[in-house]
């Protein structure tokens, strides 16, 4: 089992929809959730990180991390054509070693 | 603007040579990492580094060599190269003290192609 799983995707929706993004993870000692997102042909960039469990909302961002259910989810609102990226998400144990633990990626394209 | 930088960003080889790719930040971070990026398999880390003269295997690092003479540079080296070695290579790096915590900042990317 990976340490991170993702759906590779890919998803397509209409411009405006809400878009569900989401990772589950099987130790339950790691702590930071991040989400990246990278455009075509470029190097990942960080769009949220979290700590613990809970809900951050940045702008159309909401990501939520469930740590009961190993469970973490990024929702963007009113979904725009320059959404459209492959989105990462991204893990760091308990211990600080600087690894990252990403999953697959998913790739998203908003349609207009 | 501090920055972390990739050369070549293109590069086709053929099978058995030794090729040799850059990374250079100027953020003076003690972390640098080397992933690969392929369809199916995500990020996929190579090699890593927390300081000079400090390198560390990934998951993924055989046929693969580091490097870390000074803290901006931290280049990878592919000793004989094979065709399974074609693929989007990613460096980054990061320092717990700065930036969200653990957060990497990536580079653009090589795009090596193994003939």
């Known amino acids: 089992q990976k340490e991170v799983e993702q759906d590779p995707g890919p998803l397509s929706v209409p411009e405006g929809a809400i878009v569900s993004l989401n990772c589950t993870y099987s130790?339950?000692?790691?702590?930071?959730f991040m989400w990246y997102r990278q455009y075509s042909r470029k190097g990942p960039e960080l769009l949220m990180y979290?700590?613990?469990?809970g809900n951050k909302e940045d702008g159309r961002f909401t990501a939520q991390v469930d740590k009961s259910s190993k469970y973490i989810s990024l929702f963007i609102r009113d979904s725009q054509p320059s959404d459209s990226a492959t989105y990462l998400c991204?893990?760091?144990?308990?211990?600080?070693?600087?690894?990252?633990?990403f999953g697959q990626g998913t790739t998203l394209q908003v349609k207009p | 603007d501090a920055e972390i930088t990739q050369s070549p960003r293109h590069k086709i080889t053929e099978t058995g040579r030794q090729v040799t790719l850059a990374c250079h930040q100027t953020?003076?971070?003690?972390?640098m990492f080397w992933y690969r990026q392929d369809l199916g398999h995500g990020l996929r880390l190579i090699h890593y580094?927390?300081?000079?003269?400090?390198?560390n295997k990934g998951e993924v690092s055989d046929g693969y060599s580091v490097s870390r003479s000074n803290t901006e540079d931290l280049p990878l080296t592919l000793e004989s190269a094979a065709s399974s070695q074609t693929s989007v290579y990613f460096c980054?790096?990061?320092?717990?003290?700065?930036?969200?915590?653990?957060?990497?900042?990536f580079g653009p990317g090589t795009r090596l192609t193994v003939l």
């Open positions: 980054a790096s990061s320092d717990p003290g700065r930036g969200a915590g653990n957060e990497q900042f």
């Open positions: 130790n339950s000692a790691f702590q930071y």
């Open positions: 979290t700590y613990s469990s």
């Open positions: 991204a893990i760091h144990g308990s211990s600080n070693t600087g690894k990252l633990i």
């Open positions: 953020w003076n971070h003690n972390n």
């Open positions: 580094s927390y300081g000079v003269h400090d390198t």
